[in-house]
């Protein structure tokens, strides 16, 4: 089941009562992370990224992984009242100042293989938010970007390799321009955003490479160390037989 699913037939029975967002009813806490992610994809397997996410030691650092905090739209978002959450203009969105509250480390963008929220304006709109904050350095404690997969975070070499492969062959030649909005007035604006914040659709084509490319390292580098430790090991077996006969 999907977001699609989930809100009309789970969140929205929380809330009606209060017509507020889902975390306002269940006690809401400051954002951590900040996840960019499309509406179509199995809940079960945003959950799984999101705790693959918090689960590793250079996020969670000495704390339970349970303190973790997560922005993901959908519960934050007061879903019966979209206008004010989305403000007068991309800028007054709960994306924007969440992304930027001061709080916020990083952006989570939960992948598979065909990639579907950079297939959306929002989404890119939270991506160029995310390299602009990054190269920026407004905050210090502001981390970058993740790749979040069910299987792991690609950026630290714990996703599983085919996956991680084919999310790489589809961002090798996506392009974000052609990202698409349910509103017409939302993708001019991102658009727009986009020339004005990175430079134009080549250069932030050019950025995401650079980063899936830095993950996709890291992916390698755990891979040929563990293939490594295997041939060790094997050799090491392998003599000892050998010694024995």
Same mark, same amino acid.
């Given at each position: 089941?999907?977001?699609?699913?989930?809100?009309?037939?789970?969140?929205?029975?929380?809330?009606?009562? *209060?017509?507020?967002?889902?975390?306002?009813?269940?006690?809401?806490?400051?954002?951590?992370?900040?996840?960019?992610?499309?509406?179509?994809?199995?809940?079960? *397997?945003?959950?799984?990224?999101?705790?693959?996410?918090?689960?590793?030691?250079?996020?969670?650092?000495?704390?339970?992984?349970?303190?973790? $905090?997560?922005?993901?739209?959908?519960?934050?978002?007061?879903?019966?009242?979209?206008?004010?959450?989305?403000?007068?203009?991309?800028?007054?969105?709960?994306? *924007?100042? !969440?992304?930027?509250?001061?709080?916020?480390?990083?952006?989570?963008?939960?992948?598979?293989?065909?990639?579907?929220?950079?297939?959306?304006?929002?989404?890119?709109?939270?991506?160029?938010? !995310?390299?602009?904050?990054?190269?920026?350095?407004?905050?210090?404690?502001?981390?970058?970007?993740?790749?979040?997969?069910?299987?792991?975070?690609?950026?630290?070499?714990?996703?599983?390799?085919?996956?991680?492969?084919?999310?790489?062959?589809?961002?090798?030649?996506?392009?974000?321009?052609?990202?698409?909005?349910?509103?017409?007035?939302?993708?001019?604006?991102?658009? $727009?955003?986009?020339?004005?914040?990175?430079?134009?659709?080549?250069? $932030?084509?050019?950025?995401?490479?650079?980063?899936?490319?830095?993950?996709?390292?890291?992916?390698?580098?755990? $891979?040929?160390?563990?293939?490594?430790?295997?041939?060790? !090991?094997?050799?090491?077996?392998?003599?000892?037989?050998?010694?024995?006969?």
């Amino acid at each position: 089941r999907s977001m699609y699913f989930l809100w009309p037939n789970v969140g929205a029975h929380l809330t009606r009562a *209060y017509k507020c967002s889902l975390a306002e009813v269940v006690g809401p806490k400051r954002v951590i992370f900040f996840c960019s992610h499309w509406w179509g994809e199995e809940f079960s *397997y945003t959950v799984a990224s999101v705790k693959s996410h918090a689960m590793h030691p250079r996020v969670r650092k000495d704390d339970p992984w349970e303190s973790v $905090t997560y922005w993901i739209c959908t519960f934050a978002n007061n879903q019966y009242a979209l206008d004010e959450e989305l403000g007068e203009g991309i800028f007054e969105s709960s994306f *924007y100042i !969440t992304l930027r509250s001061g709080s916020c480390r990083g952006t989570c963008l939960i992948l598979r293989e065909h990639a579907e929220p950079l297939k959306r304006s929002w989404c890119l709109f939270e991506f160029i938010q !995310t390299m602009d904050l990054m190269e920026s350095g407004v905050f210090p404690n502001f981390e970058g970007l993740f790749f979040c997969t069910s299987s792991g975070v690609m950026n630290f070499g714990k996703a599983n390799v085919e996956l991680s492969l084919r999310i790489g062959d589809q961002l090798a030649e996506m392009r974000l321009e052609d990202a698409q909005a349910s509103q017409k007035e939302d993708k001019l604006l991102i658009d $727009t955003a986009v020339e004005a914040m990175m430079g134009g659709f080549e250069a $932030t084509n050019s950025r995401l490479r650079a980063h899936i490319n830095e993950a996709l390292h890291a992916s390698k580098a755990s $891979t040929d160390s563990h293939f490594d430790g295997l041939f060790s !090991t094997l050799v090491r077996g392998a003599h000892e037989f050998d010694m024995v006969a």
